[in-house]
């Protein structure tokens, strides 16, 4: 028996037409230029979603850092009642001095074309303390918040700090206000 | 016979490509918000601990001290609240009158530890606040699942002898500190005067009555509550930027979104095109500022073209003079030069002939007159050397336009 299929047929639709080699090669570049588009699109977005998240991690857990340590103090020092300083000057619950200050980021403002600073918090232990000769460790610095542009702190009364503090990124400016009150204002033991 | 080709297999990849696309994109969005939401466990977990600590001492103000319910012995109990839950426990401390509060709180599978010691203190004037807290700490993350009690109790005393040792030594300090005359003084006296430090006035710094002012960054466009409680419709920041042509002085190509330069300063030349068309003032195509002016000079370049024009209407209108036939257009336009300005404003409405006007631009004219004269102080008063952004420019427009 003779086996008989269409393979001469079958060969002769192997190839493809030039209709459909424009057609498809039209339709694959309308879809890629899509895709490209979609993704380039979605791309810028992630990025600023990203710098917009990186900021809001540094803003927020400087908020707490900081929100925590104004709740574990005793006393304000700096600012005085009403004032609207740039510095904040605590005891803390051990009645040793917590100070807070901006320090300049030098690389991060020579990439940015402005002031950045950092919020550093210095702890200035009573105990080593020395009023008639003053020193403090540079190594002891914590970094609280960066992308610093502005940050003042007002004592609304004398339990309560509020803070408003400005943030440059690359793309956008972010600013918060808050309120942190003490915890640890009763008298010692 | 019908050729099958590859064209249903190609649109099917790209089907699935682009659903694969799409699913990606809502899975980065997914764990973007639960980044988010894990930033602000803290502050959930601290007002979990607020709530419980009121709870505790709510159990003092109905019962009164004799009748505490830890005074037998300790109350420990647990509960869920706002998502969390807290596990409580209320002790007396060895010290009379004087009790402890462990308050460990689970949020999101995490723990954070609040700790209070406190000391009751019956006040007939204050009967609302039973207790002075003595002592407190917060320990977040990973510390927070101490279930150590007896130790944070030992802690808090060794914290509480430490602070005794430096009481008077801190308070000596602070009463010096904070009679300083300026901050560079407060850091120099702490030895925390550090290379670095933002430039720092001699003076203490100035006594805010109010809202510390949100400087540098200037309201976007008005909420709409704004105009649904005045009861007055106030045009977008887009609809007044159509309305004072404003793309010819932003172009497109170079200002996409003008919202992104409301922080940076209004130049005089920028504001005499504003009041201009603010008052609607004729643009005239001779430009006697060029013959008043040294430093404005004829040109085609278009944006320069534009300012050209409006200064000299401004200037034909009596509302710029310039100081020593020069009009310094590039410089900053500062308040006390904005008080000038508004002065010519109300002389220019004050000279304007009624009969020359509809009804609608003497009402519009009215309104500018009122808010020229109440902002005159403010400007002459308050930081007058300092200088205007675009913000404060396109803010008067909001105002003004409608």
Redesign the interface.
């Given at each position: 028996m003779q086996l008989i299929y269409n393979k001469p047929?079958y060969r002769q639709?192997v190839g493809?037409?030039l209709v459909?080699i424009l057609?498809?090669t039209i339709?694959?570049a309308l879809?890629g230029t899509s895709?490209f588009t979609?993704?380039s699109g979605?791309n810028k977005t992630?990025i600023k979603?990203t710098e917009d998240?990186q900021m809001?991690?540094n803003i927020?857990?400087g908020q707490?850092e900081l929100?925590?340590n104004i709740?574990?103090s005793?006393?304000i020092?700096?600012?005085?009642p009403?004032?609207?300083?740039?510095?904040l000057?605590m005891?803390d619950?051990?009645?040793?001095?917590r100070?807070f200050?901006?320090?300049?980021?030098?690389p991060l403002s020579q990439k940015m074309g402005y002031?950045v600073?950092k919020l550093?918090l210095?702890n200035?232990e009573?105990?080593t303390?020395n009023?008639d000769n003053?020193?403090?460790d540079?190594s002891k610095?914590k970094t609280i918040f960066t992308n610093l542009?502005?940050i003042?702190f007002?004592l609304t009364n004398p339990n309560t700090i509020?803070v408003?503090a400005?943030f440059g990124a690359q793309q956008r400016?972010f600013?918060i206000?808050f309120d942190g009150a003490l915890?640890?204002?009763?008298?010692?033991? | 016979m019908q050729k099958k080709g590859y064209i249903f297999p190609a649109v099917l990849m790209a089907t699935l490509a682009i659903g694969l696309f799409i699913v990606t994109l809502s899975q980065l969005q997914k764990s973007t918000k639960a980044q988010f939401k894990h930033l602000n466990e803290y502050q959930r977990a601290f007002n979990i601990a607020c709530s419980a600590l009121v709870e505790a001492l709510a159990d003092l103000q109905t019962k009164q001290w004799n009748n505490r319910s830890f005074k037998n012995s300790p109350v420990v109990y647990t509960k869920e609240i706002y998502g969390g839950q807290f596990n409580l426990k209320a002790e007396n401390h060895s010290v009379e009158n004087v009790f402890n509060v462990v308050i460990r709180v689970k949020y999101s599978e995490k723990y954070f530890l609040f700790y209070w010691r406190l000391k009751y203190v019956p006040d007939l004037i204050d009967f609302t606040t039973l207790t002075i807290p003595l002592y407190h700490t917060q320990f977040p993350g990973a510390k927070g699942d101490s279930s150590d009690f007896d130790g944070l109790n030992a802690k808090a005393d060794k914290d509480l002898e430490k602070a005794s040792e430096n009481y008077i030594k801190v308070h000596k300090i602070a009463e010096i500190v904070n009679n300083k005359d300026s901050l560079n003084e407060v850091l120099q006296t702490l030895g925390v005067k550090l290379p670095g430090l933002p430039e720092l006035s001699d003076n203490r710094p100035p006594i805010v009555t109010g809202l510390p002012p949100f400087e540098n960054l200037k309201p976007r466009d008005l909420p709409d509550i704004i105009s649904q409680t005045k009861g007055i419709s106030k045009p977008s920041l887009k609809e007044v930027i159509e309305k004072f042509r404003l793309p010819e002085i932003y172009p497109p190509t170079k200002v996409p979104d003008i919202r992104e330069i409301l922080t940076i300063p209004l130049t005089r030349f920028e504001l005499a095109v504003y009041v201009v068309r603010l008052l609607e003032i004729p643009e005239i195509s001779d430009l006697p500022a060029i013959e008043n002016f040294n430093d404005i000079t004829p040109t085609e370049e278009p944006i320069q073209k534009t300012f050209n024009t409006a200064v000299s209407s401004a200037f034909e209108n009596g509302l710029v003079q310039g100081w020593k036939n020069t009009f310094f257009g590039k410089e900053v336009m500062v308040r006390e030069h904005m008080a000038i300005l508004l002065r010519n404003v109300i002389t220019y409405i004050d000279n304007f002939s009624p009969n020359a006007a509809t009804t609608e631009q003497l009402n519009k004219f009215q309104r500018i007159r009122s808010w020229a004269g109440s902002k005159i102080p403010e400007y002459e008063k308050i930081n007058p050397t300092s200088g205007l952004s675009v913000g404060d420019g396109l803010e008067m427009l909001l105002e003004l336009s409608m």
């Open positions: 047929e639709n493809f037409t459909e057609f498809t339709l694959v879809l895709i979609l993704s979605a992630q979603a998240l809001q991690a927020l857990t707490n929100l925590r709740r574990e005793r006393n020092v700096v600012p005085r009403g004032e609207n300083s740039p510095i000057c005891i619950k051990t009645n040793d001095f100070v200050l901006p320090i300049k980021d030098e002031p600073y550093a210095c200035q009573m105990k303390f009023i003053p020193a403090f540079k610095l542009k502005k003042n007002w509020t408003t400005f400016e600013q206000i915890m640890n204002a009763g008298e010692h033991e | -």
